[in-house]
C-alpha cells in the first residue's frame, strides 16, 4: 500500500520550455503533498507543501512564479517549472500524506530534469 | 533551533558485519520519528514510524528503537542488497525535518 506515481521520470528539454511534473497518489487519499528538490549527495531540500484546494506553502527562497503548484484533488498534485533556465536542471521528488500530520510521507521516484 | 542530525555521513561494512546508524534530534515536541532508505536515482522508501521513547520496529534485518532524543537504525548480518543511503526525518505537527542521511555500502 501507500504508492506515489510520479511522472515523467526523466525530461531533457531546451532553455524557455515549461515542464510538468505529475504526482498522484494512488492507493490512499492524500491531504498533503510536498515538493522536493535533491541535489547530488544531499539531502531533501523541500520546496514547497500543498493541500487540496488550497494555494500551496512555499519555502523561503522559492519563487512561486517559477515553481507552479495545484493541488486540484486529493490525489494529484503537478507542479510545474516555468520557463526553464539551465540552473533548474534537479532531481524533483513529490511526496504525499494521508490524514493526520503524524503520518509518514511516502515518495514518488523523483524526476531528473536536465535543461539544455 | 529544531534540528535532525545523521551520523555517521558514510558507513562501509563487510557482508555480515552488524552496525548501527544514528539519528539524533533536538525538536519542540516529536510527533513522529521515520526511517527511509534511498537507492540512487529513486525517491526515498519509507521503511519505519515511531512514535514514543522505547518503541522499536523490526523488518527482516533492519531494526530501528527510539529514546527520548536519538534514534537508531540496527542492521543485521547486512547483504550488498542492504547499500543505500538512509535518511531519518521528525515531524513535530508543524514541520517534517530531513537528516543529511547516511551512505551505506556493503562489500560482499
Known amino acids: 500500500g501507500a504508492v506515489v506515481s510520479q511522472h515523467p521520470s526523466r525530461v531533457i528539454c531546451k532553455s524557455g520550455t515549461s515542464v510538468k511534473i505529475e504526482c498522484r497518489s494512488l492507493d490512499f487519499q492524500a491531504t498533503t503533498m510536498f515538493w522536493y528538490r535533491q541535489f547530488p549527495k544531499q539531502s531533501l531540500m523541500l520546496m514547497a507543501t500543498?493541500?487540496?484546494?488550497?494555494?500551496?506553502?512555499?519555502e523561503q527562497g522559492v519563487e512561486k512564479d517559477k515553481f507552479l503548484i495545484n493541488h486540484a484533488s486529493l490525489t494529484l498534485s503537478t507542479l510545474t517549472v516555468t520557463s526553464a533556465h539551465p540552473e533548474d536542471s534537479s532531481f524533483y521528488i513529490c511526496s504525499a500524506q494521508e490524514g493526520v500530520s503524524n503520518q509518514p510521507q511516502h515518495f514518488g521516484d523523483g524526476t531528473r530534469l536536465s535543461i539544455l | 533551533e529544531d534540528q535532525v542530525t545523521q551520523s555517521p555521513e558514510a558507513l562501509r561494512l563487510q557482508e555480515g558485519e552488524s552496525s548501527s546508524l544514528n539519528c539524533s534530534y533536538t525538536?519542540?515536541?516529536?510527533?513522529?520519528l521515520f526511517w527511509y532508505r534511498q537507492d540512487p536515482g529513486k525517491g526515498p522508501e519509507f521503511l519505519f514510524t515511531?512514535?514514543?521513547a522505547g518503541e522499536e520496529k523490526e523488518k527482516e534485518r533492519l531494526k530501528a528503537t527510539l529514546t527520548k532524543k536519538e534514534s537508531f537504525l540496527h542492521i543485521t548480518a547486512p547483504k550488498p542488497e542492504d547499500s543505500a543511503t538512509y535518511l531519518c526525518a521528525v515531524h513535530t505537527g508543524n514541520q517534517f525535518y530531513f537528516g543529511t542521511g547516511t551512505s551505506l555500502t556493503v562489500i560482499p
Open positions: 515511531l512514535y514514543s
Open positions: 525538536v519542540s515536541g516529536l510527533r513522529g
Open positions: 500543498s493541500n487540496e484546494g488550497s494555494k500551496a506553502t512555499y
